[in-house]
């Protein structure tokens, strides 16, 4: 319906041009819409100023103009004011001045249509004067005479425009004279009745006032006595702070003449040590002296002795006969004494015990160390707990003095500490220790006091620790791979959960010196698929995490990126079906099963003797071979997770497979999906099949190896993963390989 306007419009036509578009408007417009035509508005206004000032508001002239009652129908016409009637003959007024109106209506555009309802907003005198005035259309007086009129002739048939053409007089809002409890805000009573305000509670708004001033008193009132609480709390913190700095002043003296008098008594009792010492020293030189002169002279008659006797040796029988007899008596006499070897005195110092009672009277006559103030003990630092272990550390607001510390803790069971919990206690002297012996993965609650001669401090809070995980254990059996990744399953190993696990990667040819190869963290569950690089051997560990720190690592497992590798699934497994314990080779018995029905599991076959494996879910090409026994009946192929447990394999549309039947002597193949299969006929029957599921390309190709013989490939659409299926329709073996090489004539495919 609405247009833009086009272009400007022909002054000497009687009709607006066809691309503007008309509003309905009140009389009494501001001149900002009279700038569409500029020259017809100054032209008008020019005329209606010459008829103001030269007639005299009682004479009407005629002339060549038209006459007013003309111009006001064709206003009204203009405005869409047809409904309201005409104007009538109490609107016309011979004494009223003649107004000269331009004969193309007035149009405005959308944007001159917004700006003539902010028009009507503005407030002031010279708004007011523009809008009561037409935009310089006749004086004041002029303009209100036009308007009383109008509402005249009209009546309340005006009341619709009255919004727009007399916005000073808007009817002022109801005053409120409830108020809504609920709502905690005044409303009319109307509102009560008919509006939200239904259901709440309301009071008188006279109620509601003296309510609330009541209770702005109560809350002065508890205002000013806090300040005063305050002042006086402020004017006794003045007090404690003068005493305790006259206290401290008076204890540094203290500390000062017992300083001085301790260090004058320990520098006596150093004075009279070292002179005793140096007494002691002297004796025992003195005599250790003596002892060696002896010890000299009698070295020194040994010698003598002997050079007489050996030059009596050199001499005539006759003198050596007269002088031996008097030397042997010498050398008698001389033996005959006894030489003291025994030393005198032992150079090992003597225990000198210090009587310090003195002293230690003096230290304890100085009272001046207060208690300790209660430790605050610290929250957990991050990776500061083993699986068995955790350090706790703590500190003093203040310098006390602090001979030693009893750290205590009990374990958090239950969301329930400290009740029926066991307490243990250790002394220490530092401000930290290595609490061992815990259980892994357990939060613990700690506290902590300190204590010197003069008591023991209150204690501090407590505070939780939690010790680390216990090291996961890989599930090595359910672990799958392919040339490109990984899926890795493991149990926690721990009661509690933990935060997330890290998984860390060592190539084989990489020394485990060297140290991880790949770490992928933030697991949240307890399998992750790993992407690793083709043709090669990884060392897989897995640890734990929580706020305590990581847990040690897992045992190793081995991982080989050299074909996919898959085992049979247990919880998929027809109950005739036994699975070796490699998870590798399927086994039906020739013996007789009872033929109860098997307990009714969605996961398990139950008409259809088979099982499942598990496939890794990575999109790519995988192969795989099965051993089969060429008269044994067995389906081999792949179906969906959700394939129906009580069909046959290649009966519907979710599982695609090769079925053989071995009547003898013939063998019947078929590649079933959906009970089609196409004619094809196998001359060599396989001992060893391949199969190559390719995502990439939608398709699924089985191979006799024994020939290297191409047998069929399915074009199937595969929006999700898919899994190896085996079944035996009668006693046999299926023997799967897996985790190999694809064979080239295989990869043409």
């Known amino acids: 319906m609405e247009e833009e306007a086009g272009g400007a419009p022909e002054l000497g036509g009687s009709a607006a041009p066809r691309d503007f578009h008309f509003y309905p408007m009140d009389l009494y417009d501001s001149e900002d819409r009279m700038p569409i035509f500029p020259e017809e508005s100054s032209r008008m206004r020019r005329e209606v100023q010459g008829e103001m000032t030269s007639e005299p508001r009682g004479a009407a002239k005629g002339g060549p103009q038209r006459h007013f009652e003309g111009e006001v129908d064709e206003l009204v016409h203009l405005y869409g004011l047809e409904d309201d009637h005409a104007l009538g003959d109490e609107f016309f007024d011979e004494n009223m001045p003649r107004i000269e109106v331009s004969e193309y209506p007035y149009v405005m555009t959308r944007g001159e249509r917004a700006r003539e309802q902010r028009d009507w907003r503005r407030t002031g005198e010279a708004a007011e004067a523009e809008d009561l005035g037409f935009g310089g259309w006749g004086s ?5 005479d036009l308007r009383e009129a109008y509402r005249y002739t009209h009546g309340r048939a005006s009341e619709e425009y009255e919004c727009y053409v007399i916005p000073e007089e808007e009817d002022e809002e109801e005053v409120a004279d409830v108020f ?46 806090q300040i005063i609480d305050m002042e006086n709390f402020a004017s006794h913190l003045e007090e404690v702070f003068i005493t305790v700095e006259e206290n401290f002043g008076r204890q540094e003296q ?11 008594t320990l520098a006596q009792k150093y004075e009279e040590k070292i002179h005793a010492l140096g007494e002691k020293k002297k004796e025992k030189l003195e005599a250790l002296y003596g ?36 030397m042997a008596d010498r050398l ?35 009272n001046t160390i207060p208690v300790p103030s209660a430790p605050v003990i610290n929250p957990q630092a991050p990776n500061s707990a083993t699986g068995s272990s955790v350090r706790v550390c703590w500190s003093l607001y203040s310098d006390d003095t602090v001979e030693s510390y009893q750290l205590s803790y009990r374990p958090v069971r239950d969301s329930s500490p400290g009740k029926g919990q066991a307490e243990f206690t250790m002394t220490v002297k530092e401000t930290y220790c290595l609490v061992i012996n815990l259980v892994p993965n357990t939060q613990y609650e700690f506290w902590v006091t ?17 010790t680390a995980p216990s090291p996961p254990i890989i599930k090595s059996k359910e672990i799958r791979s392919c040339e490109e990744a990984a899926l890795i399953c493991w149990e926690s190993g721990n009661l509690n959960p933990v935060d997330s696990y890290t998984v860390e990667l060592i190539q084989a040819e990489t020394p485990v010196a060297s140290g991880v190869t790949e770490s992928v963290v933030g697991i949240p569950t307890c399998e992750a698929l790993v992407q690793l690089q083709p043709q090669q051997t990884y060392t897989i560990y897995v640890c734990a995490l929580n706020v305590g720190g990581p847990s040690a690592r897992s045992k190793p497992t081995t991982v080989h990126t050299t074909g996919s590798y898959f085992r049979l699934n247990q919880h998929t497994c027809h109950p005739w079906l036994a699975i070796s314990e490699d998870g590798l080779t399927v086994v039906r018995s020739e013996r007789k099963t009872s033929a109860r029905e098997p307990p009714p599991r969605s996961s398990h076959f ?30 081999v192929g792949v179906a969906f997770e959700d394939v129906p447990k009580q069909e046959d394999l290649g009966t519907n549309g979710l599982s695609w497979c090769m079925r053989h039947t071995w009547v003898s002597p013939r063998h019947k193949y078929e590649f079933l999906h959906n009970k089609m299969t196409p004619d094809i006929r196998i001359t060599v029957s396989p001992k060893k099949i391949g199969i190559l599921l390719d995502y ?13 013989q191409h047998l069929y490939t399915f074009t199937c659409q595969l929006p999700r993963f898919v899994h190896p299926c085996f079944s035996l329709e009668k006693p046999g073996c299926l023997k799967i390989h897996n985790g190999i090489s694809m064979p080239k004539h295989v990869t043409f495919y």
């Open 140 to 144: 004041e007086g002029q303009c209100q």
């Open 180 to 225: 809504c409890v609920t709502c905690k805000t005044p409303v009319r009573a109307l509102e009560k009745a008919l509006d939200e305000h239904k259901e709440h509670e309301v009071t008188p708004l006279s109620k509601a006032l003296e309510s609330a001033k009541d209770e702005i008193h109560k809350n002065m009132y508890r205002l000013e006595k």
């Open 254 to 264: 203290n500390f000062e003449s017992h300083y001085n008098e301790i260090l004058e």
């Open 291 to 326: 002892q060696l002169v002896s010890c000299g002279e009698n070295l020194e008659t040994c010698k003598e002795l002997m050079e007489t006797i050996e030059e009596m040796c050199h001499e005539e029988k006759v003198d050596f006969i007269k002088d031996a007899v008097a």
């Open 332 to 366: 008698r006499k001389f033996l005959e004494t006894k030489t003291d070897v025994d030393i005198s005195t032992q150079p090992a110092l003597e225990d000198q015990s210090l009587d310090f009672s003195d002293v230690e009277q003096l230290l304890g006559s100085i």
């Open 450 to 466: 300190a204590q010197n001669r003069a008591g023991v401090s209150p204690a501090s809070e407590c505070a939780v620790y939690m």
């Open 606 to 635: 139950s008409r259809c003797v088979a099982v499942m494996g598990n496939l890794i879910p990575v999109r790519g090409r995988h192969y795989w071979e099965v051993e089969v026994d060429e008269r044994s009946d067995y389906t």
């Open 696 to 708: 990439e390309n939608s398709k699924l190709s089985f191979f006799n190896m024994d020939i290297s």
